[in-house]
Every structure is written in C-alpha cells, then in structure tokens.
C-alpha cells in the first residue's frame, strides 16, 4: 500500500456507536496527523500525534500510533450524526514539513 | 481561532486562461503551502514555501505553476496556462515548524 493508507474505506454506524478507523504508512515520520473533511469542504485539523507518542486523546477522539508496525488508529466514540465525513490520515516525513495524505476513510453516523 | 482564508472559493475558467489563487496564511506562521485533490481522489502536495523561497515542490508543481507572497499576508498560486486536468480544490495551508498544518476552505477550480 502507499504511504498513509486508511482502512476501511467507507464505515456506516449507529449514533451512539463508536467509529474506529485505521492508517498504515511506509516511511519514518516525525509525526501524523488525522484530519477531517465534509463533502467538498475544506480539511480540518483533529488531532497531531509525534513520532515518540504512542496515544492521544482529544474529546471524544482517541488516536493510537504504532512506529514498529507503521501504523495509527483513530477512534471516535460516542458518534454523531455531525460526525459524518470524511477523515484522513496524513504523515510528515522526516525530511521535511509536506503531508502525504492517504485515501480516506468515508464515515456515516445514522441518527 | 486563526484560520486560513483564500479566495475565490470558486472559479470558473476557459483551459489556456492564467488562474491566481490568494491566500491569507495565519499571521504568525512561517511555512506556507499548496495542495489540491481531485474530484474523488487523494490530497496532494504541490508545494512548500518558507523564507520567502520554495523549500520543496511535487512533479505536478510543473513550470505553469509559481508561487508568490508579495507582501505581509498574501500567498499566491498562480497556474499560467490551465489545462482541463487542473481541474481541482486548491488548498492553501500554513503552519509554525514542524507542527500542525492549517488548511484553508479550498478554491474550486473548474477549467471549462
């Protein structure tokens, strides 16, 4: 797979029920980065995890980053339906500032 | 809180026409970029710009593209003959070192 893949692709849900949705990469990174992104709207910043962290937490966010695997999680509990979107990993590699984003993964919260 | 803005949110043009994206970074940043996606595929890097210089820019960032902050603010796209495949959400974004990187709402860009 490419750098910053997620998995799955598409994820339907309950309200209430939490979503979890995972990116793998290839090379090493000083950080990751997951974003989120309505339909043809601008990409919004969730969470940045460093390369030496390994789980952070933000509301009702909880990401999870594995560097031996080349791997991170984000999980959203306690969905919404204002949670239906499309969420990106992107990865900062250590060479420099640019993300290299993956496909995304298309999250729907039914109410 | 901060945002980036940019401007138009979109844009309409005839394939051979020049195109400029502005962009307002968030004031205190150093690091400005562009990335665009198209319809229904992944975001891509185009280019990075610090010290009033390019630091690093993709293949797609070919010569129709420049970049230009010509004051305080202000950071600009220009693509100087677009083609139908320009056709795209332009994003601009900005960020402090190596740290959270803020994008802005895009500017569509349909090349007709």
């Known amino acids: 797979s490419q750098q910053g893949e997620e998995d799955p692709q598409a994820l339907s849900i309950q309200e209430g029920e939490n979503a979890t949705m995972n990116c793998s990469y290839k090379?090493?990174?000083?950080?990751l980065q997951w974003y989120r992104q309505n339909s043809g709207r601008g990409l919004v910043h969730l969470i940045l995890?460093?390369?030496?962290?390994r789980e952070k937490h933000s509301g009702r966010l909880r990401v999870t980053l594995d560097t031996s695997k080349k791997s991170s999680s984000l999980l959203i509990t306690a969905s919404r339906a204002a949670d239906t979107a499309s969420y990106f990993c992107?990865?900062?590699?250590?060479?420099?500032?640019?993300?290299?984003f993956g496909g995304g993964t298309r999250v729907l919260v039914k109410p | 809180e901060p945002e980036v803005t940019q401007t138009p949110s979109h844009q309409v043009t005839q394939m051979g026409q020049e195109v400029i994206l502005r962009c307002v970074p968030i004031?205190?940043?150093?690091?400005f970029y562009w990335y665009r996606q198209i319809l229904g595929q992944k975001v891509e890097f185009l280019v990075s710009?610090?010290?009033?210089?390019?630091?690093?820019k993709s293949e797609i960032f070919d010569d129709q593209f420049s970049v230009e902050r010509p004051d305080g603010s202000n950071f600009t796209l220009k693509i100087r003959s677009t083609k139908l495949e320009d056709s795209a959400m332009y994003f601009c974004?900005?960020?402090?070192?190596?740290?959270?990187?803020?994008f802005g709402e895009g500017s569509w860009l349909t090349v007709v």
């Open positions: 974004a900005s960020s402090e070192e190596t740290n959270t990187i803020y």
């Open positions: 090379t090493s990174i000083n950080n």
């Open positions: 995890i460093r390369s030496n962290e």
């Open positions: 992107a990865t900062e590699g250590a060479a420099g500032n640019k993300l290299t």
């Open positions: 004031s205190n940043h150093l690091y």
């Open positions: 710009f610090y010290n009033n210089e390019i630091s690093e």
